[in-house]
């Protein structure tokens, strides 16, 4: 789920041929009758990683390009990656070692998930496999993997480094300040809003994460983006309640007068983006 920077210029000057590119707060909050005859372009960004402030920071003041950051409010200043990243990391580690498969002989709850899957267990691992391991682990709610992960870190933090990928309070400012970076909520912990279950829970998620944000960095927060696009009717209302707008996972146009809880976007990886046909083949929703 990436792009390259060079890639993600050439979208910029593409999108600036088709389309006005606007902030996505603008669009939620003005009326009607201000968007006519024109396309619109909001662009967004997802989890607040750190390649955002190294690569996508400098191309978006070149071009003078408004964007929405979606932050997770309580990993900014926590040193680690979510629970995908740092089980990846893990098991990369683990094969360079000589380790894996053989250490899921200690860790019952990934061993589980792998049962008898001959694929997952070779070594190199290959990406498929990797996606497979972690969509796997999907049984688990997000909490509990972090403990588990805690715990397999800890136990052997002499062998595993866990690099920064994730924003710093510092570098999100120097967002702010150039003007261009609205920041939007992401959660307080990234947790998929469907394993919650008490509303107190989906309060301190949405909300919260809300209002840490707005205390930290100052700002209004207006937007919110549910963690790998999982949502529930509750959600939607609670977004719907404290925030201009949501935005999940699925393919689409967005027009006014539409439901603003829920609103449509499209993902831009490197197949599909470095090339102006397909990249507009995929804004036209043909792939």
């Given at each position: 789920?990436?792009?390259?920077?060079?890639?993600?210029?050439?979208?910029?000057?593409?999108?600036?041929?088709?389309?006005?590119?606007?902030?996505?707060?603008?669009?939620?909050?003005?009326?009607?009758?201000?968007?006519?005859?024109?396309?619109?372009?909001?662009?967004?960004?997802?989890?607040?990683?750190?390649?955002?402030?190294?690569?996508?920071?400098?191309?978006?003041?070149?071009?003078?390009?408004?964007?929405?950051?979606?932050c997770v409010s309580e990993?900014?200043?926590?040193?680690?990656?979510?629970?995908?990243?740092?089980?990846?990391?893990?098991?990369?580690?683990?094969?360079?070692?000589?380790?894996?498969?053989?250490?899921?002989?200690?860790?019952?709850?990934?061993?589980?998930?792998?049962?008898?899957?001959?694929?997952?267990?070779?070594?190199?691992?290959?990406?498929?496999?990797?996606?497979?391991?972690?969509?796997?682990?999907?049984?688990?709610?997000d909490s509990d993997i972090?403990?588990?992960?805690?715990?397999?870190?800890?136990?052997?933090?002499?062998?595993?480094?866990?690099?920064?990928?994730?924003?710093?309070?510092?570098?999100?400012?120097?967002?702010?300040?150039?003007?261009?970076?609205?920041?939007?909520?992401?959660?307080?912990?990234?947790?998929?809003?469907?394993?919650?279950?008490?509303?107190?829970?989906?309060?301190?998620?949405?909300?919260?994460?809300?209002?840490?944000?707005?205390?930290?960095?100052?700002?209004?927060?207006?937007?919110?983006?549910?963690?790998?696009?999982?949502?529930?009717?509750?959600?939607?209302?609670?977004?719907?309640?404290?925030?201009?707008?949501?935005?999940?996972?699925?393919?689409?146009?967005?027009?006014?007068?539409?439901?603003?809880?829920?609103?449509?976007?499209?993902?831009?990886?490197?197949?599909?983006?470095?090339?102006?046909?397909?990249?507009f083949s995929r804004m036209?929703?043909?792939?």
């Open positions: 789920m990436w792009v390259t920077p060079e890639t993600f210029e050439k979208n910029i000057v593409w999108l600036k041929e088709k389309f006005e590119i606007i902030r996505l707060k603008d669009w939620v909050s003005t009326s009607t009758s201000t968007f006519k005859n024109k396309n619109y372009c909001c662009i967004t960004f997802d989890d607040g990683w750190l390649d955002n402030y190294q690569y996508a920071l400098p191309i978006l003041v070149k071009h003078n390009i408004p964007i929405t950051l979606f990993m900014i200043e926590s040193g680690l990656d979510f629970w995908p990243g740092r089980l990846a990391s893990y098991v990369r580690q683990s094969v360079g070692t000589g380790r894996w498969p053989e250490c899921l002989d200690d860790w019952p709850w990934l061993n589980a998930v792998v049962s008898d899957d001959e694929a997952i267990k070779q070594r190199p691992l290959g990406q498929a496999n990797m996606d497979k391991l972690i969509d796997g682990c999907k049984i688990y709610s972090n403990q588990f992960l805690d715990i397999m870190f800890e136990n052997e933090r002499k062998d595993y480094v866990q690099p920064r990928r994730l924003l710093n309070t510092i570098e999100v400012r120097e967002m702010i300040e150039t003007g261009l970076v609205d920041i939007g909520s992401h959660t307080k912990y990234h947790t998929r809003l469907t394993t919650l279950r008490t509303d107190t829970q989906l309060t301190d998620e949405i909300l919260g994460s809300k209002l840490s944000l707005e205390a930290r960095f100052g700002v209004t927060v207006d937007l919110f983006c549910y963690p790998n696009g999982h949502w529930t009717r509750p959600a939607i209302e609670m977004v719907e309640q404290y925030y201009l707008g949501g935005c999940v996972l699925r393919s689409g146009w967005n027009y006014q007068g539409q439901s603003l809880g829920d609103l449509k976007r499209f993902n831009m990886h490197e197949d599909i983006a470095n090339e102006k046909v397909e990249f036209s929703g043909f792939i």
